[in-house]
């Protein structure tokens, strides 16, 4: 998958532990989108890999969709993260987030034809129908991003949105595009 749409996605399963009970605020959104892009600092042309400082180094050592790919990475980079995390802001909610968004990730990925080894313990490599940076990916991002609006629109207003559900909906659906409409062109 593309970097856009594991940023939806860490953003997507954010929301859904904020249902339940998680709290909702930009920092932790945004370390659950950062826990989202950080797996793929296993490859050198990587979103985070070019923006990160020395995110080129990893992509030496290890193979793309091999060990940051893993539970087992994602329980130790978030132990790292999450420790710094936890030094500057004194909660432990930046940590699970990144977590949240980290496990997104290998989600989305083992949707892809590729799929992922979700342990380095195991043979189990489940994979999916998706073709990365393809139309088929869009469909998918357009449905990813429209149910995180419309989640994103509940949590903040749920009399609302509930009251006015097919103009949410619609709104939802306007946002979407204007979210994601020039990644949407960019699709093989």
Same mark, same amino acid.
């Given at each position: 998958?593309?970097?856009?749409?594991?940023?939806?996605?860490?953003?997507? =399963?954010y929301?859904?532990?904020?249902?339940?009970?998680?709290?909702?605020?930009f920092l932790?959104? %945004?370390?659950?989108? =950062?826990?989202?892009?950080?797996?793929?600092?296993?490859?050198?042309?990587?979103?985070? #890999?070019?923006?990160?400082?020395? %995110?080129?180094?990893?992509?030496?050592?290890?193979?793309?969709?091999?060990? @940051?790919?893993?539970?087992?990475?994602?329980?130790?980079? @978030?132990?790292?993260? &999450?420790?710094?995390?936890?030094?500057?802001? &004194?909660?432990?909610?930046?940590?699970?987030?990144?977590?949240? %968004?980290?496990?997104?990730?290998?989600?989305?990925?083992?949707?892809?034809?590729?799929?992922?080894?979700?342990?380095?313990? #195991?043979?189990?490599?489940?994979? &999916?129908?998706?073709?990365? &940076?393809?139309?088929?990916?869009?469909?998918?991002?357009?449905?990813? @991003?429209?149910?995180?609006?419309?989640?994103?629109?509940?949590?903040?207003?749920?009399?609302? @949105?509930?009251?006015?559900?097919?103009?949410?909906?619609?709104?939802?659906?306007?946002a979407?595009?204007?979210?994601?409409?020039?990644?949407?062109?960019?699709?093989?």
């Amino acid at each position: 998958m593309m970097w856009y749409t594991h940023v939806v996605f860490g953003v997507l =399963f954010y929301l859904i532990a904020v249902l339940f009970g998680a709290p909702m605020n930009f920092l932790d959104i %945004g370390m659950a989108a =950062f826990g989202a892009l950080t797996p793929d600092i296993d490859h050198p042309k990587s979103y985070i #890999s070019t923006k990160l400082p020395g %995110g080129t180094v990893m992509p030496r050592f290890v193979e793309h969709r091999g060990a @940051t790919h893993t539970i087992e990475a994602a329980f130790l980079i @978030t132990a790292l993260v &999450g420790g710094l995390a936890y030094w500057i802001t &004194g909660s432990y909610w930046p940590a699970v987030a990144f977590f949240i %968004g980290y496990i997104s990730h290998l989600f989305a990925d083992t949707l892809t034809i590729s799929g992922i080894k979700w342990s380095r313990f #195991s043979k189990f490599h489940p994979k &999916g129908k998706i073709r990365t &940076g393809t139309k088929g990916e869009g469909l998918v991002l357009i449905l990813v @991003t429209f149910t995180t609006v419309m989640l994103f629109a509940y949590i903040v207003m749920p009399e609302e @949105t509930s009251k006015n559900l097919g103009w949410a909906m619609l709104i939802a659906l306007m946002a979407t595009f204007a979210i994601i409409g020039k990644k949407l062109k960019r699709l093989k």
